[in-house]
């Protein structure tokens, strides 16, 4: 099928030239814009640092050829391979929390708030902390946690503990607590979109059918949940692994994760390895969202 353009000389009878262009022509024009984004702003920086990740490096300047030591002390370091162990250990835990609380908030928000514009006030609440830095979200816990911190005063006052806990900050409890804070919205967002499209009919169906609030939950639900939810598992994993500031700052530095190392590797003027690092974090990531599509069709959902 061919598309047709018309075009009228001037100065000539008024009669139709018609100049047959391919049918496809069209749908690639169209998608020619969004091509040359993606390919500037995506694929091509990704194809550099893949680039690089193969370059030497001294302490003052990098060599491109094609070597691949970099990858043998990534993936030959045990140290390595603790830290990218510690980071999936942050991004299990970090994502098994955000997922709880997220789908009670958006649940509640979904099927107790009657009012739509109710609905859209609390949940504007929710994002009312993200008009701030996330540095200055995250930071606001040392105050709160530190040894003379509001949570210690509270508890030796009372008399529930004779001296100030110590863990409470610089440690991992205080990295995964200000990891919940900053990504459970990450969290909330895509499931409360998900459980808006619910239809209600469904649920007065199993209720009139004698199923119990609970089996509500578990039958209909959860299951009709389940892409937001995976959406929701993909922001909050690929961004608990991609963050070294949290990290840094709130272990006081006795933690590690691998975008903090490759953060201390650009530090130092190793960039082929970090870049190294980078390939292999995001090969990492790329599976583990690829393994969620698999298990879940989020398709309809985007």
């Known amino acids: 099928m061919m598309a047709t353009v018309r075009f009228i000389g001037a100065g000539e009878p008024r009669q139709a030239r018609h100049l047959k262009l391919p049918s496809w022509l069209p749908a690639y024009l169209e998608a020619l814009p969004l091509t040359l984004i993606l390919g500037g702003f995506l694929a091509l920086p990704i194809l550099m640092i893949a680039v690089v990740s193969f370059w030497d490096y001294d302490f003052a300047q990098m060599y491109p050829g094609f070597v691949t030591f970099n990858y043998t002390e990534?993936?030959?370091?045990?140290?390595?391979?603790?830290?990218?162990?510690?980071?999936?250990?942050?991004?299990?835990?970090?994502?098994a929390l955000t997922l709880v609380i997220g789908f009670w908030i958006a649940y509640f928000l979904a099927f107790h708030i009657r009012s739509a514009a109710m609905q859209g006030l609390l949940f504007l609440v929710c994002t009312v902390p993200f008009l701030t830095s996330n540095i200055i979200r995250?930071?606001?816990?040392?105050?709160?946690?530190?040894?003379?911190?509001?949570?210690?005063?509270?508890?030796?006052?009372?008399?529930?503990?004779?001296?100030?806990?110590?863990w409470l900050l610089y440690s991992d409890f205080a990295v995964i607590l200000a990891m919940v804070h900053l990504y459970t919205l990450f969290m909330v967002t895509p499931i409360f979109n998900t459980l808006m499209r619910i239809d209600r009919s469904l649920v007065e169906a199993a209720r009139d059918a004698g199923a119990s609030g609970w089996q509500i939950l578990t039958n209909v639900i959860l299951p009709l949940a389940k892409p937001g939810m995976a959406i929701g598992t993909i922001f909050v994993v690929t961004l608990v692994m991609a963050d070294f500031s949290t990290v840094q700052v709130m272990s006081g530095g006795q933690s590690a994760s691998v975008a903090l190392m490759m953060?201390?590797?650009?530090?130092?003027?190793?960039?082929?390895?970090?870049?190294?690092?980078?390939v292999v974090l995001l090969v990492l990531v790329l599976l583990m969202v690829a393994g969620i599509m698999r298990i879940v069709d989020i398709r309809k959902e985007l």
């Open 263 to 278: 953060k201390n590797q650009m530090s130092l003027l190793q960039y082929p390895a970090a870049a190294a690092n980078a």
């Open 74 to 95: 990534t993936l030959g370091s045990w140290v390595t391979w603790k830290t990218y162990l510690n980071t999936l250990k942050y991004a299990a835990i970090v994502w």
């Open 138 to 166: 995250m930071i606001s816990w040392i105050p709160v946690l530190g040894r003379n911190g509001i949570v210690n005063q509270a508890l030796v006052g009372s008399g529930i503990l004779s001296e100030p806990v110590e």
